[in-house]
């Protein structure tokens, strides 16, 4: 399965603006779309999906399993819904966002299985998950019988997740980062800003650049035309080995975490 390495992300994007946005995206030139249940905006996401002349095959979308819904009829149906809203016939990726290992009595293998029989009808291409720490995947993977095809997880130079990345990579496991930027964070770093110079390029392709060369497929948002554009050119800047280990000298460990830690991740 090849999943285009950019994308573009709907985090916060409501449900009125996601229309124009996806729309704005996909003209740019995005062939990966990331929404969510929890984000509120797939039937905006679908709406841009249904007006577009680019043929459905040749856009990758991804949608992910809100916190309330594991339990398996709550999965089915709330999946189905999903597809209803994003007016398609198949999702390429299905995640579950959060492990949630407080509620469900830490079972989310019963509702990855339930994942499992939307590949067997071609509902789902690839199913795969978000923010599972390296116990959470041990524990899936004893479990069930289709390998994630991607983690989605925190992951930018201040928080570069180094343990957990090269464990789903030693698993072929996919590596997917939410909030690439760092929430913007890292935009202002001096170091970025020195790249960045030295490269003819913003901050925020720097740090797309770093991802693209460490092997992460990255998802930045923006409702922006303008900015949308930048940020899709970071495909065309290569980093030098020494300004990639700058970067990666930045990495604040836990401390560069913006979100909630997995284990303790509790939002219902």
Not at 18 to 43: C, F, W
Not at 174 to 188: D, F, I
Not at 195 to 216: C, D, F, N, S
Request: glycine share 8%.
């Amino acid at each position: 399965m090849d999943i285009p390495q950019l994308g573009f992300g709907t985090y916060k994007i409501d449900n009125d603006a996601a229309p124009k946005a996806v729309a704005s995206a996909l003209e740019v030139g995005y062939r990966h779309i990331d929404t969510a249940q929890m984000y509120g905006n797939e039937a905006g996401v679908g709406r841009a999906l249904a007006a577009t002349d680019i043929p459905r095959e040749d856009i990758f979308v991804t949608t992910k399993l809100n916190t309330p819904n594991h339990r398996p009829d709550d999965v089915r149906r709330t999946f189905a819904q999903s597809l209803v809203d994003l007016q398609t016939d198949y999702v390429d990726l299905f995640l579950i966002h959060w492990p949630m290992p407080m509620f469900y009595g830490g079972d989310f293998i019963t509702t990855y299985r339930v994942m499992e029989e939307f590949v067997a009808s071609g509902q789902a291409r690839a199913i795969g998950v978000s923010n599972f720490e390296a116990h959470h995947l041990e524990k899936l993977l004893s479990g069930t019988s289709i390998l994630p095809a991607v983690n989605q997880i925190e992951l930018h130079p201040y928080f570069s997740n180094s343990e957990l990345a090269a464990f789903c990579s030693e698993r072929e496991i996919a590596v997917e980062a939410w909030s690439p930027l760092g929430r913007g964070g890292v935009l202002a770093d001096p170091v970025i800003g020195e790249v960045a110079a030295e490269a003819g390029a913003t901050p925020a392709q720097v740090v797309l650049a770093w991802h693209l060369a460490k092997g992460h497929i990255a998802i930045p948002k923006s409702v922006h035309v303008e900015r949308q554009k930048e940020n899709f050119s970071a495909q065309g800047l290569t980093l030098s080995a020494e300004q990639i280990e700058r970067i990666d000298a930045l990495d604040k460990g836990e401390p560069g975490r913006t979100g909630k830690h997995p284990d303790v991740f509790d939002r219902m």
